[in-house]
Every structure is written in C-alpha cells, then in structure tokens.
C-alpha cells in the first residue's frame, strides 16, 4: 500500500524524486505527480508539496490549489483501515446515515477523521456502485479491499470490533453490542 511519512525535514522523497524525474517535463503532469505522491506516502504532506515544487519548478500554492481542489487528493494521514461509506441514493435511502452515525460514535470520529490510534479513517463516498448490497461500505486494507453489504448497526459494530482485535487492540470504541 504505502509508508506512512511525517510532515518533517527528515521525510525520505527518493522514490518522488524518481517520479518527478519521469514527468517534470511533460506539460499538465502535476496531477500525475500528485496521484503518484499519494500512492507512495498515503498523503500529500507540505514537505511533499515543497519538494514537487523544488522538482518542477511549479509554485508551492499552485500545488496546493490543485490538491485541495480534487476531492481524491489528501493533505493529512488516513488510518490503516480507510473505511468508504457509501451515501448514494440506494444506500441512503437504506439508512446508510444510520450507519455513519454507528461508526463515528464507536470510533469517536467524524467523516473524514481518523481515529486517536490511526488505525480507522472514515469517508463517505458518492457511490460505491453496489446498489443492491445498500448499505454498503468498502474498507481498503492494508491487504486490498473488502466491501460489506446489508449492513445494520449490529454488523457494523461486528466487522470494526474484529478488524480492531486482528490488530490486538482489545477497545477501540467500546465492546461491540
């Protein structure tokens, strides 16, 4: 998946520096760049967008428009287990609200947190295009993903508070009811 990186002087950007490399010539590649950065630090951290500026040459505030204005790119860590909540219209009507609500109340977090212990980030997402599993949610692990159907608030409460045991963590949230 990726290495989790601190917003820090002491960052190690080889591998960006080999990215940037490959496309710092190539008119209109700064999304590119930015896509390739998350998927190698998890994150776009500001030492991530100074060095991409100090590579290409762009200015630093115009990475940082463009980062901020794709919804795709982020500019803080995720947890290890990125939970996607899908808010489409088969999974609202569904009571996928019910569901978020289940979440950020065990986790103690609310969309687009990441829990005390960075082990869950919580996104709700347009649609996951699993209409007839509403409600659904994707967890993208460190492993790929997994997607849930047919949740309740009990099912919910199961799959967190098994994926919060695989990683020893014997309370994440509460005991799951």
Not at 142 to 164: K, N, Q
């Amino acid at each position: 998946m990726h290495a989790p990186i601190t917003d820090s002087v002491e960052a190690d950007f080889s591998e960006l520096s080999a990215v940037i490399a490959s496309y710092r010539d190539i008119r209109g590649s700064l999304i590119t760049i930015l896509q390739k950065t998350q998927e190698l630090y998890g994150w776009i951290s500001q030492d991530a967008i100074d060095f991409i500026a100090s590579g290409t040459g762009i200015a630093p505030a115009k990475i940082y428009g463009v980062a901020t204005f794709y919804t795709q790119f982020r500019l803080k860590p995720i947890g290890k287990y990125l939970i996607m909540l899908c808010k489409g219209t088969a999974c609202h009507v569904n009571s996928s609200d019910e569901i978020r609500a289940t979440i950020s109340s065990y986790l103690g977090i609310q969309d687009g947190g990441t829990s005390p212990d960075g082990l869950f980030t919580l996104n709700t997402v347009s649609c996951l295009g699993c209409c007839s599993l509403a409600p659904v949610m994707m967890i993208q692990t460190p492993e790929g993903e997994e997607t849930y159907g047919s949740l309740t608030r009990e099912s919910v409460l199961r799959i967190l508070y098994d994926i919060a045991q695989k990683e020893h963590i014997s309370d994440v949230g509460g005991a799951a009811q």
